[in-house]
């Protein structure tokens, strides 16, 4: 197995890093204190091809492997892990999931802007009592004669507020449960459809979070997406490939956690010498090293096995869990080696640390990861 990378996705790399490094590091620090969604770096973003990594060309895509995928979004965590967050739920839930499963017409309408950057989109699962049982959602989709009446709540939502459009899942047969939902392309501005509180968060505060209302909300038959009731059966693959950019998301976040410790290391001073002289701290720094590595691996794999076709439930579930879990140590370990440098804002390390703990709890639990893991290893 050769695990080296080729040329041309070093040059990804270093086209991605060069990018964050310029336009985005300068921003990090305002962007996470206003809260601000930085949409004015959207078009720049989309010109870069990160607005449709992995969708075919003719869709206004990138055309890029999902391994690759991996290392953009590695690379923009890195530098910014509340921008990354966004780029991969842009990609990775809603325009994901129109690509996947969404007729040739509603590919034209609706995956071409967002693939290009035109467009932001928006996810809608989660509800306020049904996040990890995302099959006890209460929202309601009725059908009309032109279409449906979406009727509900959704909360959590990136790009709930600044998204031009959304993939909702809805209930549309209450007595089949799991199959019994569906789900709806829904354009942000749409009678009946309108943003609800915008969460004041712990981290990754430049991206948008809220909820989003439908109160009466019509939309025409033509913006079912996929077939009626195969709604959550179609969110669970959505979601298997999803996972995959939250760990690189995750990886990408320890790096930069871990590089910011290196170089506090090498340059504080204590008795004398550089803290990076003293056996406690180069642990530390060796353990997250090797970690970082583990993970990275584990995700290219889930990565690899994508691109192959195959099945990936399993990898993308302990890719997800360990790469979310070690990042929190790393940065845990950041502010630790920063020591009370690293509790103030004037070093990155505290915002690694408030930014990383959505990694275990976004698109799945690192509890609903280790379901999902002891599932697959029950049922081979």
Same mark, same amino acid.
């Given at each position: ?15 991605? %890093? ?23 770096? $959207?078009?720049? *973003? +989309? ?13 206004? +895509? ?13 690379? =923009? ?33 609706? =995956? @071409? ?7 932001? +989109? ?20 009725? %059908? ?5 009446? @979406?009727? +509900? ?33 829904? !354009? ?13 968060? *712990? ?6 979070? &809220?909820?989003?209302?439908? !109160? ?36 990408? *976040? ?10 506090? /290391?090498?340059?504080? #001073? ?9 056996? /406690?701290?180069?642990? #530390? ?6 970690? $970082? ?10 990565? &690899?096995? #994508? ?6 439930? =399993? ?8 790469? &979310?879990?070690?990042?929190? #140590? ?18 990155? /390390? ?15 639990? &690192?509890? $609903?990861?280790?379901?999902? $893991? /002891?599932?697959?290893?029950?049922? %081979?």
């Amino acid at each position: 197995m050769d695990f080296r990378l080729t040329e041309e996705q070093l040059m990804l790399r270093r086209t991605v %890093r060069e990018f964050a490094e310029t336009e985005i590091r300068p921003h990090v620090r305002e962007w996470d204190e206003a809260q601000h969604f930085p949409s004015e770096v $959207i078009p720049a *973003l +989309g010109a870069l091809g990160l607005m449709g990594i992995q969708f075919p060309e003719q869709y206004g +895509g990138a055309g890029m492997s999902a391994l690759e995928y991996c290392i953009c979004i590695e690379e =923009l965590a890195r530098v910014d892990p509340a921008l990354a967050l966004s780029v991969a739920a842009h990609n990775g839930l809603c325009a994901a999931h129109i690509f996947m499963f969404g007729t040739e017409a509603q590919k034209q309408r609706w =995956l @071409l802007p967002l693939a290009q950057g035109q467009m932001v +989109g928006a996810w809608g699962l989660t509800e306020s009592t049904s996040g990890s049982d995302a099959a006890g959602m209460r929202t309601s989709a009725q %059908r009309t004669a032109t279409g449906w009446v @979406l009727n +509900g709540s959704k909360t959590f939502i990136t790009h709930g507020r600044v998204g031009h459009v959304m993939v909702v899942m809805a209930v549309t047969d209450k007595a089949a449960g799991p199959k019994g939902i569906s789900a709806f392309i829904v !354009e942000h501005g749409t009678a009946g459809m309108r943003p609800g509180r915008k969460e004041d968060k *712990l981290g990754m505060r430049a991206s948008d979070t &809220s909820e989003v209302l439908f !109160e009466g909300c019509e939309v025409p038959a033509d913006q079912l997406l996929g077939d009626e009731g195969q709604g959550f059966v179609n969110t669970m693959q959505v979601l298997d490939a999803g996972r995959i950019g939250i760990a690189a998301l995750s990886v990408g *976040l320890a790096q930069g956690a871990y590089e910011a410790a290196l170089r506090y /290391a090498q340059e504080r #001073k204590a008795f004398g010498k550089t803290i990076s002289a003293f056996q /406690a701290i180069q642990w #530390k720094l060796a353990d997250n090293a090797t970690r $970082i590595e583990a993970a990275r691996l584990l995700t290219y794999r889930a990565a &690899s096995l #994508k691109d192959s076709g195959a099945r990936t439930t =399993l990898e993308s579930a302990m890719a997800k869990l360990y790469a &979310s879990e070690i990042a929190v #140590k790393a940065a845990d370990d950041c502010v630790q080696i920063h020591g009370g440098y690293g509790f103030v804002k004037d070093y990155p /390390a505290e915002k690694y640390f408030r930014d990383v703990k959505l990694t275990t709890i976004g698109e799945g639990t &690192s509890e $609903i990861q280790r379901l999902v $893991i /002891a599932r697959q290893l029950f049922a %081979r």
